[in-house]
């Protein structure tokens, strides 16, 4: 795994950040000139990538793939796949992305200004396009396997991996990159702020964020990139790959409804699909990492779907977003990558900010504080707009020790 | 702009732009071959003329420029050519 986002630019500091329960949302005096309702967003390091890689593939990278390529890079040292070997094997790469929204409109300003598109520059059409991370990465990484983008909204990155989870476990592809990336500049999060989408709790940031607590008044933007990597079980031992977890269930569906608005009827529909899929009950979940983002009507529905599916066992709740903010197509791979954080260290992180339920979230055991807890089985959703939902069910590696 | 103006201006960009050694930079050299020039490079030079120069220059004109003398020869001859319309 790897990870660049608003909680840190490590694994490391970001399991630091999990357990401490520690905000990464700050408030962009600029987004007030841009004529932003809302200034508040999660703030991620600006990478530094001249003298790391060269011209022709850097000036390739949008905002999104440069976090991509930092994230995967600490993913494939941590899996020991060196390129040596990804040379001489069949590796693929599946992201979840779904704008790149500085590039397109960095470029259209310079045509405007200048009226001639060569001086738009070579870089900005490898910028421009919603499969910026994986044509760059598959460039840079000199992959070989499955290469394509997953484009669905805030829930791209939990289908890259669960694309990735079936391609494996069809017998198609050994090892993918798989992932989400968001950029975080004023330009992608513009027209999200016109819905009044945004929470506007500017004068205390870290608060801002606050899925399922009863006064919640919307979601922060966030973003960054986080990456996983998937291999099948023989290929892992053969390579003496660190085996981290098991995906063991995908679920997915859409709502048929409202572009914009939740439903719970489709969201339980991905949760049974899921847990249908792991061959396990509702009770073996020890964890729930929420897609709840801090808005009124999404984190109900699903506050009303987790109940409907898990009534009676009452597995322990959180979101994580109340401490990054939403990283919408980034989102659905670092909750995975937090997640496998908690249960490779014990915990569970808390859901900051959740100080007084509403009727929904009230059903729920959403925990506020860190719990020190062994995590055998966690359950991970995302949801997006356009009704697409996704779940997976990720287990610890005990049975994989050999 | 004189001449040397034109030369430093060139040899500055060539070293942020395109990352090549100062000392590679040499009037004789090949100048596709020591800044290892692909099709995309050509659009980026065209883009850094034009915002240092304030001329555009058209594809075919690369055809006759070999080496760096050559490059400081042409785009000292266009900015002449700009400065005395």
Known sequence: MGIWSCLGDNLEAVKKSLYEGKSGIVLDPQ?????????????????????????????????EAEYAYLSTLEALKNARMEQDWIDKNEVGILFGNDSSAKAV????DIVRAKKDTTLIGSGS???????????????????????????????????????????????????????GAQEINPYAFGSFDGL???????????????????????????????????????????????????????????????????????????????????????GEIDYINAHATSTPGGDKA?????????????????????????????????EIVYSTLMMQNDFVAPNINFENPDEASAKLNITAKAVDKKINTFLSNSFGFGGTNSTLIIKNNTHLQK | MTKDLIITK??????EEFEVESGKIVPDANMRETLDLDSLDYVDLVVVIESNFGFKVVGEDFINIHTFQDFYDYCYQ????????
């Open chain 1, 31 to 63: 987004r007030k000139d841009w004529g932003y309702r809302s200034c508040l967003t999660g703030k991620v390091s600006t990478p530094q990538l001249k003298g790391v890689i060269d011209r022709r593939a850097r000036i390739q990278l949008s905002e």
């Open chain 1, 105 to 108: 409109m960095e470029a259209i």
């Open chain 1, 125 to 179: 059409i490898f910028q421009s396009m919603n499969c910026t991370v994986t044509m760059n990465l598959s460039t840079i990484f000199k992959l070989k396997g499955i290469n394509f983008t997953v484009s669905a909204a805030c829930a791209s990155g939990s289908h890259s991996i669960g694309m990735a989870y079936l391609m494996i476990k069809w017998g198609l592809q050994n090892h993918i990159i798989c992932g």
């Open chain 1, 196 to 282: 009044s989408a945004f929470s506007i709790r500017q004068d205390d940031p870290t608060k801002a964020s606050r899925p399922f607590d009863r006064d919640r008044d919307g979601l922060v933007p966030s973003g960054g990139s986080a990456t996983v990597i998937l291999e099948d079980y023989e290929s892992a031992v053969k390579r003496g790959a660190p085996i981290l977890a098991e995906i063991i269930g995908y679920g997915f569906s859409s709502n048929g409804e409202h572009i914009s608005n939740s439903s719970a009827d489709g969201q339980v529909r991905s949760l049974e699909m899921a847990l249908k899929d792991a061959s396990i009950g509702a």
């Open chain 1, 302 to 334: 699903e506050a009303i779907a987790i109940d409907q599916v898990f009534n009676g066992s009452k597995p322990l709740v959180s979101s994580t977003k109340s401490m990054t903010g939403h990283e919408c197509w980034m989102a659905g791979a670092s």
């Open chain 2, 10 to 15: 060139i040899n500055e960009f060539l070293v």
């Open chain 2, 78 to 85: 266009k900015v002449s050519q700009k400065d005395a319309a």
